[in-house]
């Protein structure tokens, strides 16, 4: 480009046909052109193209600006590092169809050629922003192709694999020059490597996405679904690209990359304040400087120090590393052997940035399981996992070499495996959480089982029931029918029951891991032969139970049963159970802050709610503690081990007593704990207490202060009296609670804990209590002991049976 003489283009009489614009137009012909001072104005108003001067500056550009934002906003600039002088700028199309742009004394300062001769090509300045050079209806340049330091919405971001045309955004080198800086964004990727998109300074990395999983980049966990924009990346044989588009078209929104302030900054106009308010900036903080913790390690915004190495690693250098100089990053505790490979085991990292994908190889069409194999029969390779994290997780993704520019985060983030060598391995953490698993799957059969001797021993009642079929408001109700899986189906949900898939075995028979069809993962209990039951009444006690469905409580979603199968199917816990989270400090911290923990107590409440007065039968857990809520992959709460439940028939019906007292130390109300008489107030207890547990991240049972004998609840009463309730929230809360909801869950635990169960409220209430500002009553005295001992409920007593905090003990007996 440049001063560029160009004589087959302008030819003396050729300036005779110029005219200049005078009314707003979005395109011109090979007759027309655009000068200094007139404008070309998209057809819906939203975009216009003209000169312009940047800041104080008194050179000239042409640029496209929003039309109708009074604060000048340039999108797009053609001759960024070419600027005019003067106001002699004219755009036009030659005789060929190249689009010009000339400045003094007609000299060339920038022009588009395309390859295709086209006399009749028009130029038309598109409501998104796309000024395109066309011809019958085919695109021969666009400047979506070639973005400046704008992403606008409908823009892609990437590479045309077939064309070789790379759409990466550059920085203005600063308000008054909008020739590219160092400062750029675009995506990268190497022949079979897996893509991501890097900001860099120079040549120099300076940020990254992480690379895309099929629902975000692995870094950008705020990337979820929103009212303001959608988005998608696009990775296939032909493109790779991110895409982003607006929700609701009277919004607008840009993405833009800024030299001055080394950003990338997602701005939204506010009409209200005739301003952009930034939605969002990376890096977002420290941990998002690249490779801030060198090779093997990982950023955690919230620890000080910041770094740390992977488990099984270490310092390179532990003098430098002490002085927070992690540039040298970390080594491997003991060095793998090629030789010894197959010996070799990955240890799974939650919720992490994935690495550097500059020494990486991905195949879109292979599964997890020949990922892993594919990893170790490569001495090079570190670590694999999913390409796509949707519906269970597709694709491979290997690393080779060391593992650059890791974080972790607190929610959202990624799985990844990482090589160990056989040494390094804990084999106990596989076994404790098969032992979670296959305890949590115990949850429906329990219910099957107590709810059937149930059904029996009041048939009568439970078919008049049957034959009214009325719902809470008096209106008929159609039967709810639980699915029938047939045999071939689960047997390929489950790889054939492969011990692969096996989580676990109980008393009743063993637990898989299963995929159906459309992607749903499931939990399969095969119930042994000699599990006693006969096919009709297993039908009976599950399309019984099945009417007993609420989103907090774990789901049941079907059965089979064919020849001497039995099975039942439901839904599958990926987060496993509570106590796993708030009784670890470590994981606590980084995976439930206040705001999921609020939304768990609120959870937890509504599903015993629908337990005590919302379901056909009343039930009364009896049971209910941190270990028997479990979590999906969304940390919803779900109840569940309903072994020791008791099932009320009839309305009017709100407790009883018992000569056998079953349930968990510590979790007990007082009067069922010594006198056997039990009540939906007994759960309100229960719930209170774990309450506390949430907010304190310490057990009930097991706790001592060192200033008094009291347990959980003493403690907290005595905060409460002295007005220092405060002080009871767990440390690593502070950063993210609000102050009034911990207040206010803290007063509602304790009227669930008070001694008599007249007063405490009902779980209607309680929920009540916890989604409104009414004011709450005070609470009296709760029933809790001073001790200095923990015992079991029954170690003295033969009539008493109890559950440690791990795993329920059913009995079933005549009531």
Not at 586 to 595: H, I, K, Q, S
Not at 611 to 621: C, F, G, M, N, V
Request: proline share 4%.
């Amino acid at each position: 480009m440049g001063h560029l003489c160009f004589s087959f283009m302008i030819g003396t009489n050729f300036f005779f046909l110029l005219f200049t614009l005078s009314f707003a137009v979005d395109s011109i012909s090979p007759s027309q052109s655009i000068r200094d001072g007139t404008t070309l104005v998209s057809k819906g108003g939203s975009f216009e193209l003209g000169f312009f001067s940047p800041g104080s500056s008194e050179n000239r550009y042409l640029g496209i600006w929003y039309k109708n934002i009074p604060v000048r906003t340039v999108v797009w600039v053609a001759n960024r590092c070419n600027p005019i002088n003067d106001s002699s700028g004219i755009l036009m199309i030659n005789s060929t169809g190249h689009l010009v742009l000339l400045g003094q004394n007609k000299s060339v300062v920038w022009w588009i050629s395309s390859a295709k001769h086209a006399p009749s090509a028009t130029v038309e300045l598109l409501d998104s922003g796309n000024l395109v050079l066309r011809d019958a209806g085919t695109y021969l340049w666009q400047s979506f192709d070639n973005p400046s330091d704008t992403l606008l919405p409908g823009m892609k971001m990437g590479w045309d694999l077939r064309t070789g045309i790379k759409r990466s955004l550059s920085a203005w080198k600063n308000s008054e020059d909008p020739c590219p800086g160092d400062f750029t964004y675009g995506i990268e990727m190497e022949r079979d490597t897996y893509p991501e998109a890097y900001v860099r300074k120079g040549t120099a990395k300076y940020y990254r996405t992480g690379p895309w999983n099929g629902l975000r980049f692995s870094g950008s966990p705020e990337l979820r679904p929103n009212p303001l924009y959608s988005f998608d990346f696009v990775y296939n044989d032909d493109e790779v690209y991110y895409m982003y588009n607006l929700q609701n078209k009277s919004v607008i929104s840009r993405i833009v990359l800024n030299q001055t302030t080394s950003t990338r900054d997602r701005f939204t106009w506010i009409e209200a304040d005739q301003t952009w308010k930034a939605y969002s900036s990376v890096p977002r903080d420290l941990c998002d400087n690249y490779g801030l913790c060198g090779a093997n390690g990982k950023c955690i915004i919230d620890e000080n120090p910041v770094c740390q190495c992977l488990k099984g690693f270490e310092p390179v250098s532990q003098e430098k590393w002490n002085l927070m100089d992690w540039s040298l990053g970390c080594v491997r505790n003991k060095p793998l052997s090629c030789q010894e490979r197959y010996k070799d085991g990955f240890v799974k990292f939650v919720g992490l940035k994935l690495p550097d994908t500059t020494h990486s190889w991905v195949n879109k069409s292979m599964n997890l399981k020949e990922c892993r194999t594919k990893c170790l029969n490569n001495c090079s390779c570190m670590a694999y996992t999913s390409s796509d994290i949707r519906g269970g997780g597709t694709g491979c993704a290997i690393w080779l070499g060391d593992l650059i520019d890791i974080r972790q985060f607190p929610a959202a983030g990624q799985d990844q495996y990482i090589r160990m060598s056989a040494s390094e391995l804990e084999s106990g953490g596989k076994v404790k959480t098969a032992l979670i698993i296959a305890v949590s799957v115990a949850v429906v059969f329990s219910v099957v089982l107590l709810v059937g001797y149930y059904f029996h021993r009041n048939r009568r009642k439970l078919k008049e029931i049957g034959e009214t079929n009325m719902n809470n408001e008096g209106e008929p109700e159609e039967d709810l029918e639980l699915p029938l899986f047939d045999l071939p189906t689960v047997a390929s949900a489950t790889d054939n029951f492969s011990s692969d898939n096996k989580l676990g075995e109980g008393g009743f028979g063993p637990v898989y891991r299963g995929t159906l069809p459309d992607g749903q993962e499931i939990a399969v209990k095969r119930l042994s032969r000699s599990s006693g039951q006969g096919l009709n009444e297993f039908k009976n006690e599950v399309i019984l139970i099945a009417k007993l469905q609420h989103r907090n409580l774990v789901k049941l979603l079907g059965c089979c049963a064919q020849g001497e199968e039995k099975m039942l199917i439901y839904e599958y816990m990926p987060n496993r159970s509570l106590d796993s989270f708030i009784f670890d400090s470590v994981r606590g911290e980084l995976l439930l802050d206040w705001p999921k923990r609020f939304h768990i107590i609120c959870g937890v409440a509504r599903g015993l709610l629908y337990l005590h007065q919302d379901s056909r039968l009343r039930i009364i857990h009896r049971d209910l503690k941190a270990s028997n809520v479990l979590l999906d992959n969304e940390m919803n709460p779900k109840i569940s081990d309903f072994g020791l439940a008791r099932t009320l028939i009839g309305g009017d019906q709100s407790g009883g007593n018992t000569n056998r007292v079953v349930g968990t130390y510590g979790y007990m109300a007082p009067e069922y704990a010594v006198d056997g008489l039990f009540s939906v107030k007994s759960d309100v207890f229960s719930f209170g207490i774990l309450v506390l547990e949430v907010i304190s991240g310490r057990k009930n049972r097991g706790f001592y202060h060192p200033n008094h004998s009291h347990n959980l609840i003493g403690h907290a009463w005595r905060l409460w009296i002295q007005g220092r309730p405060l002080e009871l929230i767990d440390t690593c809360l502070e950063s993210s609670c609000t102050l009034s909801e911990v207040l206010r869950c803290i007063h509602v635990s304790l009227l669930c804990v008070q001694h008599h169960p007249e007063d405490r409220p009902s779980m209607a209430s309680v929920v009540i209590m916890l989604g409104s500002e009414i004011a709450l009553a005070q609470p009296k005295q709760p029933g809790f002991f001073i001790e200095k001992e923990s015992h079991e409920v029954g170690s003295s007593s033969g009539n008493q049976t109890s559950s440690t905090n791990e795993i329920s003990i059913t009995l079933l007996e005549g009531r």
